[in-house]
């Protein structure tokens, strides 16, 4: 038997690695009172937040797990408890599986680490990320090197499915706004001949890139920039800018922040386009991108958004004709708008 290559669609594998997020997350819930909370009564998410003692950002979050899993709704934007859970995940029904469920509770890393979040509203010290070294635009080679191969990893069905959207035909030069290893680079240089794309990083990246790009034989094509995209201009020139898994590391205010700096860099016509995973317009799922929204709650400041969160940081830097599409790479969406 051989070995096959990447495929364009990678969902179960990314169901395979989010659902060891399910359990904690229904028993955090538990020890906090989220269901008991609920059952009787259908509250908003500063409501509950307010009568749990919890971070209302944090909750937020963990509610679309729940839903995900089906053992909380949101109906008009208040939250009750479903018949699972008031059968099964009330303390006080007769059906109580608390018992069972937090069995390990005590010993499970996970479980603590999203308490911990709930308490705080912050991400755990002991779930490391390297959000502070992107921000200041330093990080070690060694952390650099494993942080590129992780991202390379995720991302190789999505870089596909992206190089086969329509629109890139259309595009002479994109710039890869934190690019990370050049994966969706070098996927669009191979898809389009006539493509030049730059990947912007921060110094130690763009030396891991250049190791990808080296190898995967496109540096005719793809090259990289160091550029701290918070503190720096962005290079100009560019068609469009594409960001990949960047705004949902972020606070809706840097959000706001590099939307702005893609709009003053951007010529008129250019276009910005957003590549993420995007929460149902009423939060309550897809069960895996609500969990990838609880990765992100762990280790950066973000989360995973709605396409109409999305849309509201590009039109309030000044973006035109936004629009979003499932791109066929797993459970990926691009929103993309234009300058006018």
Same mark, same amino acid.
């Given at each position: 038997?051989?070995?096959?290559?990447?495929?364009?669609?990678?969902?179960?594998?990314?169901?395979?690695?989010?659902?060891?997020?399910?359990?904690?997350?229904?028993?955090?819930?538990?020890?906090?009172?989220?269901?008991?909370?609920?059952?009787?009564?259908?509250?908003?998410?500063?409501?509950?937040?307010? *009568?749990?003692?919890?971070?209302?950002?944090?909750?937020?979050?963990?509610? =679309?797990?729940?839903? =995900?899993?089906?053992?909380?709704?949101?109906?008009?934007?208040?939250?009750?408890?479903?018949?699972?859970? @008031?059968?099964?995940?009330?303390?006080?029904?007769?059906?109580?599986?608390?018992?069972?469920?937090?069995?390990?509770?005590? @010993?499970?890393?996970?479980?603590?680490?999203?308490? $911990?979040?709930?308490?705080?509203?912050?991400?755990?010290?002991?779930?490391?990320?390297?959000?502070?070294?992107?921000?200041?635009?330093?990080?070690?080679?060694?952390?650099?090197?494993?942080?590129?191969?992780?991202?390379? $990893?995720?991302? @190789?069905?999505?870089?596909?499915?992206?190089?086969?959207?329509?629109?890139?035909?259309?595009?002479?030069?994109?710039?890869?706004?934190?690019?990370?290893? *050049?994966?969706?680079?070098?996927?669009?240089?191979?898809?389009?001949? /006539?493509?030049?794309?730059?990947?912007?990083?921060?110094?130690?990246?763009?030396?891991? $890139?250049?190791?990808?790009?080296?190898?995967?034989?496109?540096?005719?094509?793809?090259?990289?920039?160091?550029?701290?995209? +918070?503190?720096?201009?962005?290079?100009? /020139?560019?068609?469009?800018?594409?960001?990949?898994?960047?705004?949902?590391?972020?606070?809706? *205010?840097?959000?706001?922040?590099?939307?702005?700096?893609?709009?003053?860099?951007?010529?008129? /016509?250019?276009?910005?386009?957003?590549?993420?995973?995007?929460?149902?317009?009423?939060?309550? /799922?897809?069960?895996?991108?609500?969990? +990838?929204?609880?990765?992100?709650?762990?280790?950066?400041?973000? @989360?995973?958004?709605?396409?109409?969160?999305?849309?509201?940081?590009?039109?309030?830097?000044?973006?035109?004709?936004?629009?979003?599409?499932?791109?066929?790479?797993?459970?990926?969406?691009?929103?993309?708008?234009?300058?006018?």
């Amino acid at each position: 038997m051989s070995v096959l290559p990447p495929t364009r669609d990678d969902r179960q594998i990314w169901d395979l690695w989010t659902a060891s997020y399910h359990l904690p997350t229904v028993t955090v819930a538990d020890e906090v009172g989220t269901f008991a909370a609920l059952s009787g009564q259908s509250l908003d998410t500063a409501q509950l937040a307010h *009568a749990l003692q919890v971070d209302a950002r944090a909750l937020h979050i963990h509610l =679309g797990v729940l839903a =995900g899993l089906g053992f909380v709704e949101r109906r008009e934007g208040r939250w009750q408890a479903t018949a699972a859970a @008031r059968t099964w995940l009330h303390p006080q029904a007769q059906g109580y599986y608390g018992p069972l469920l937090h069995r390990h509770s005590a @010993r499970d890393t996970l479980h603590g680490q999203l308490l $911990a979040t709930l308490r705080t509203g912050q991400k755990p010290d002991s779930h490391h990320s390297a959000v502070n070294e992107w921000e200041r635009g330093e990080m070690p080679a060694g952390l650099a090197a494993m942080i590129t191969a992780y991202m390379n $990893a995720h991302s @190789r069905a999505a870089a596909l499915a992206v190089a086969e959207q329509p629109l890139f035909a259309s595009l002479g030069s994109v710039l890869d706004v934190g690019g990370g290893s *050049a994966i969706f680079s070098i996927a669009l240089a191979r898809a389009q001949a /006539g493509l030049a794309a730059t990947v912007m990083e921060i110094p130690a990246i763009c030396t891991e $890139a250049d190791a990808y790009i080296a190898a995967a034989g496109v540096a005719a094509q793809v090259r990289t920039q160091a550029v701290n995209m +918070f503190t720096e201009d962005w290079p100009t /020139g560019y068609d469009a800018h594409f960001l990949s898994n960047i705004l949902h590391d972020w606070s809706d *205010a840097t959000c706001l922040l590099l939307a702005h700096k893609s709009f003053a860099a951007l010529p008129s /016509g250019g276009r910005i386009l957003l590549h993420e995973m995007l929460m149902d317009d009423d939060g309550c /799922g897809p069960l895996t991108t609500a969990c +990838f929204s609880l990765l992100m709650l762990l280790g950066t400041r973000g @989360r995973q958004c709605t396409y109409a969160e999305l849309r509201g940081f590009l039109e309030a830097a000044g973006f035109v004709d936004v629009s979003a599409q499932t791109t066929g790479g797993g459970y990926y969406s691009l929103v993309s708008a234009r300058k006018p």
